[in-house]
C-alpha cells in the first residue's frame, strides 16, 4: 500500500546540511499498527511528514549537490503502487485531504471556532455539503465520546480531549492512513491512556503509523516495530497480526467558493473588533474621497441651479462699445480674436480692442425677427443722457446734472425684475412716462434721491409716501445749451418754461432687492428704457441736433470727431442703440437665442460681424473651473490617503499571515489546497474591503451633516453642498474592495506557499 524506496532528506542551512533521513526502505500494508521508535531528533517527525505529504523527500539531483559522496539512489515514495516523484501540487493536496488524517502531539486545534467546527473544518477542504458535514462531525465526535463539549472551543477542555477532538478530526474523512506524531506525549497517564485505546480501535481497519518514545506503548499496541537512529532504520520487527477489513473509499469534490466565503467570515466574526479597526482605518480615505466628491457633486449642483434660476435671467449683452479684451478671459463669447493657442500676443494699448461691434438696421430688423418665444425681452439703450428736473418746494428748480444724480434705465424683462426684486408699494412701470424706486436688500437708498424727488426722510417714509412724486425730463430746444467742441464740454441751462414743455415723468412703483440676489445692492431711480426711444422721437430733429448734424468736421481733429459722435449718442441724436440687452425665457431658450445670433456672422466679412458677451455663462464657467480645480487638489490629498490606508490594509494581513502561519499548517494538514488558502484570505480581505468601503460612505453621510450646517452658516446662497452620489458611493465601495484585496494578495500568496510541514513547526 505505502512504499519508501532509498528515502532522503537533507535540510540546508546556510553551507551546512543536515541529513535527516537517510536511505530509507519500508512497505506498509493496510491493515498494520506500525510504531516508529527513537531518540529524539532521529527523524521520526521528518518521515511521518514525508509519508504524510506534508513535506517532499530529497530527489537525486539534490543529494547529489547536497554531498557529492553519495552515490545515486533512486528515490520514490509508491502509493498504491503509484509514483510519487511526478507528483504535482495537486496531487499532494488531494492525497492530503483524503487518504490521510494526522494527529499530532500539540493537537493542532484551531482555537478561537468550536470543536464541532475544528472537526468540520477537516472536511471542508473535500467538499463536502455543510449538513453532511455537520452530521459526520457529530458521529465521529460521538466516536471519541465528546458529544456533549462539542459546542466549547478547545481552551475550555482538557489536554486529553483536545487529542480526542484530533483524533476526531484525522478520522472524519475516513481516510486509509492515520499519522500520529506522538500522541501521547503530551499527556498524563489516564489520558495517555484513553487516546491509546482509540487509536487502537482505529487500527483495526486502517493503517496506523505513530511516532513514539514509549516502549511500553509500542510493545502493547504495536503490530509492528520500526527503530530509527540518525535517520537510518535499525530494526524493524513484526509483533503481532492483525485483521484485515476492506478500507472504505469515498470519493469528494473540492472545497467551494462558497465554503472559503463562510470560513473567511467566520475569522472575521472571531476577530471581530480587531476586523472592525482595521476596516476602520482604511475607510478613512475612502471617507476623503467621498467627502471631496460629495462636496464637487453639491457645489456643482448649486451652481447648475444659479445658472439655472437666477444667472439664465442675465441678459446677453450685444455692446457697440469696445469691449476691453485685457480684462476678461475669453470666455462667454462668440468672439473668435482670442487665440487660446498663442503663447504670447502682444497688445499695445491702443489696440486692446479689435473689434468693434456696428450696429445697424438690418442687425436690428434680425433680432426682431427671433422667435418671441425664446426671449422675455430685447432691450435697447441709446447711451442719452436725460437730464432730469424737479422742483423743490420753494419753486426752485434743480436738475440731475447739477445734483449729480444718477438716474438709469430699468432692465425691461419681466423675468428679471421677478427674479431680483419685490414690489413694495405701486406697480410695475407701464408706460414710458411712469418711474420706480428701487431700495436695496436693506430698505437703503441713497438720501441724495430723496432730496432730488422732494421727499422729506426726517422720520419714517412710507413707501407709499414716495408713489406720486414727479419729475420732468428736458427738451433740447426748450435748455439753453452751451457746447464748445475745442473742449468738448456742454452745459444744459434749465428755466419755468424747460420744466413747463418737459416730459412729465410719475413715481408709480417702489421695489426692494432680493438679499443675495445680484441686484441686492442695487438703488436709485430708475426709468423705463422706452423713455429713451420717446426721447428721441421728440428731438431727432431739434436745433441742437441739426446744429450738430451740420458741423463740418473737416478741420477736425480724430478726438474732436469722437466727442462730436458722443454729444450727437448722448443727445439723442441718432436713433441706432450701443448696446442690446436679450433676456432669454429660459435657459433652453438661451443656447437658441445664442445659436440665432452666431447664424448672423456665417458669411459676413469680419467687420460686419457682431460679438455678444454671455455674462452668466462666463460666471458659471469661472465658478465652475474654481470648484474643478479646488476638487482636483483635494482628490490628489485624498487619493494618497488612500493609498497609505491600503498600504497599511496590506501591511495588517501580512502580520496575519504571520500570525496564522500554524493555521495555515494545520489546514493543509486536513487537505487545504493552496487555493484554498489565498482564496481564504482573499475573501477575508476583501469583506475588510468591504466594510471599509461602508464605513467610509457612512462616515461621509455623518460628516455631512454638520459639514453642510457649517457651511449654510456662511454662505447664504448656498444649500446642502455635501451630496454624495449614489454611483459615486458604489465605486468607492468597490474601489475599497480591490484595493484591498490587491493589498492582500501578496500576502496570502505567501501564506498559500509555505511548506506546510514548515508551517506547522511555526513558534515551537
Ligand atoms: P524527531 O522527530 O525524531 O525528534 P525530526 O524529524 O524533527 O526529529 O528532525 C530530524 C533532524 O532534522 C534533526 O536533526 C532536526 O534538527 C533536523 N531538522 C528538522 N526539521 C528541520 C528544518 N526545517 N531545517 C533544518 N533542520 C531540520
Ligand atoms: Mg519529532
Known amino acids: 500500500m505505502l512504499e519508501l524506496q532509498n528515502i532522503c532528506k537533507f535540510y540546508r542551512n546556510g553551507n551546512v546540511w543536515t541529513m535527516a533521513l537517510d536511505n530509507i526502505n519500508l512497505t506498509f500494508k493496510k491493515n498494520e499498527f506500525v510504531v516508529v521508535l527513537g531518540p529524539s531528533g532521529c527523524g521520526k517527525t521528518t518521515l511521518l511528514n514525508i509519508i504524510g505529504g506534508l513535506d517532499v523527500y530529497s530527489q537525486e539531483d539534490l543529494v547529489l549537490t547536497g554531498n557529492a559522496l553519495l552515490n545515486y539512489r533512486k528515490s520514490d515514495l509508491i502509493i498504491n503502487n503509484v509514483s510519487t516523484r511526478k507528483f504535482s501540487e495537486r496531487d499532494w493536496d488531494h492525497y492530503r485531504s483524503k487518504r490521510v488524517g494526522f494527529i499530532f502531539q500539540n493537537y493542532n486545534l484551531i482555537p478561537n471556532i468550536t470543536l464541532l467546527e475544528n472537526v468540520e473544518m477537516g472536511m471542508v477542504f473535500s467538499g463536502i455539503k455543510q449538513s453532511e458535514r455537520r452530521k459526520r462531525a457529530i458521529q465521529v465526535l460521538t466516536r471519541v465520546g465528546l458529544e456533549e463539549h462539542m459546542h466549547k472551543k478547545s481552551a475550555e477542555i482538557s489536554s486529553g480531549q483536545k487529542q480526542r477532538v484530533a483524533i476526531a478530526r484525522a478520522l472524519v474523512n475516513d481516510p486509509e492512513i492515520i499519522l500520529a506524531d506522538e500522541p501521547t506525549g503530551a499527556l498524563d497517564g489516564a489520558s495517555g491512556y484513553e487516546v491509546m485505546q482509540l487509536i487502537n480501535e482505529i487500527?483495526?481497519?486502517?493503517?496506523?503509523?505513530?511516532?513514539?518514545?514509549?516502549?511500553?506503548?509500542?510493545?502493547?499496541?504495536?503490530?509492528?516495530?520500526?527503530?530509527?537512529?540518525?535517520?537510518?532504520?535499525?530494526?524493524?520487527?513484526?509483533?503481532?497480526?492483525?485483521?484485515?477489513?476492506?478500507?472504505?473509499?469515498?470519493?469528494?469534490?473540492?472545497?467551494?467558493?462558497?465554503?472559503?466565503?463562510?470560513?473567511?467570515?467566520?475569522?472575521?466574526?472571531?476577530?471581530?473588533?480587531?476586523?472592525?479597526?482595521?476596516?476602520?482605518?482604511?475607510?478613512?480615505?475612502?471617507?476623503?474621497i467621498a467627502l471631496v466628491l460629495a462636496m464637487s457633486n453639491g457645489f456643482s449642483r448649486e451652481i447648475n441651479t444659479i445658472e439655472s434660476e437666477t444667472l439664465s435671467s442675465m441678459p446677453i449683452v450685444i455692446s457697440e462699445v469696445p469691449r476691453n479684451y485685457l480684462a476678461w478671459p475669453s470666455m462667454g463669447t462668440n468672439d473668435p480674436f482670442t487665440d487660446p493657442t498663442s503663447v504670447f500676443n502682444p497688445i499695445s494699448p491702443g489696440e486692446e480692442t479689435r473689434h468693434r461691434n456696428i450696429i445697424r438696421t438690418p442687425y436690428l430688423d434680425y433680432l426682431e425677427a427671433m422667435d418671441p418665444t425664446l426671449v422675455d425681452a430685447i432691450q435697447y439703450n441709446y447711451g442719452i443722457q436725460l437730464l432730469f428736473m424737479s422742483k423743490t418746494n420753494d419753486d426752485e428748480i434743480i436738475t440731475s446734472a447739477a445734483n449729480q444724480i444718477n438716474l438709469r434705465s430699468l432692465p425691461k424683462s419681466l423675468n428679471y425684475l421677478n427674479s431680483q426684486f419685490t414690489l413694495q408699494a405701486g406697480r410695475l412701470p407701464e408706460t414710458p412716462y411712469e418711474i420706480t424706486i428701487i431700495v436695496d436688500s436693506r430698505n437703503q437708498i441713497d438720501a441724495s434721491y430723496f432730496d432730488f424727488i422732494n421727499v422729506n426722510y426726517n422720520g419714517v417714509v412710507s413707501f407709499d409716501d414716495i408713489l406720486g412724486q414727479k419729475l420732468v425730463v428736458a427738451m433740447n430746444d426748450d435748455i439753453d445749451i452751451e457746447y464748445d467742441v475745442l473742449t468738448n464740454t456742454i452745459q444744459r441751462n434749465v428755466d419755468e418754461s424747460s420744466y413747463l414743455n418737459g416730459i412729465e415723468l410719475t413715481v408709480t412703483g417702489v421695489m426692494r432687492a432680493i438679499p443675495g440676489g445680484i441686484e441686492s445692492d442695487t438703488s436709485g431711480i430708475y426709468y423705463q428704457s422706452s423713455l429713451e426711444r420717446s426721447f428721441i422721437d421728440l428731438n431727432i430733429n431739434s436745433n441742437f441736433c441739426q446744429m450738430l448734424d451740420d458741423t463740418d468736421t473737416s478741420d477736425y481733429t480724430q478726438e474732436q470727431i469722437e466727442g462730436l459722435k458722443l454729444q450727437r449718442i448722448q443727445n439723442g441724436c441718432r436713433d441706432l442703440p450701443y448696446l442690446i440687452q436679450i433676456y432669454p425665457s429660459s435657459i433652453e431658450a438661451k443656447e437658441q437665442v445664442l445659436m440665432y445670433l452666431d447664424a448672423f456672422n456665417i458669411g459676413l466679412p469680419v467687420l460686419g460681424q457682431i460679438y455678444y458677451t454671455d455674462n452668466a455663462q462666463l460666471i458659471t464657467d469661472v465658478l465652475k473651473s474654481i470648484v474643478n480645480n479646488i476638487s482636483i487638489v483635494l482628490l490628489s490629498f485624498s487619493a494618497i490617503a488612500l493609498i497609505v490606508s491600503s498600504m497599511m490594509i496590506g501591511i495588517i494581513t501580512y502580520v496575519t499571515v504571520l500570525e496564522r502561519t500554524k493555521e495555515i499548517g494545520i489546514l493543509r494538514s486536513v487537505g487545504a489546497r493552496k487555493k484554498d488558502i489565498t482564496r481564504i484570505f482573499n475573501t477575508e480581505t476583501m469583506i475588510i474591503g468591504f466594510i471599509a468601503g461602508v464605513f467610509g460612505i457612512l462616515l461621509t453621510l455623518l460628516l455631512a451633516i454638520p459639514l453642510n450646517h457649517y457651511l449654510e452658516s456662511f454662505m447664504i446662497d448656498f444649500q446642502r453642498l455635501v451630496v454624495l452620489r449614489i454611483d459615486h458611493a458604489i465605486y468607492l465601495v468597490l474601489i475599497s474592495i480591490i484595493l484591498t484585496y490587491c493589498a492582500g494578495l501578496i500576502p496570502s500568496l505567501i501564506a498559500a506557499n509555505k511548506a506546510p510541514a514548515l508551517a506547522l513547526k511555526h513558534n515551537e
Request: glycine share 4%; net charge positive.
Open 203 to 288: 487500527a483495526k481497519d486502517k493503517l496506523v503509523i505513530m511516532v513514539t518514545h514509549n516502549e511500553d506503548i509500542a510493545k502493547e499496541y504495536a503490530t509492528r516495530i520500526v527503530r530509527l537512529k540518525n535517520g537510518k532504520i535499525v530494526d524493524d520487527v513484526k509483533t503481532k497480526p492483525k485483521f484485515y477489513h476492506d478500507p472504505y473509499q469515498p470519493e469528494y469534490e473540492n472545497m467551494t467558493l462558497y465554503t472559503a466565503f463562510k470560513l473567511a467570515i467566520t475569522n472575521v466574526k472571531h476577530k471581530l473588533l480587531r476586523t472592525m479597526l482595521i476596516a476602520f482605518a482604511g475607510s478613512i480615505g475612502i471617507m476623503g
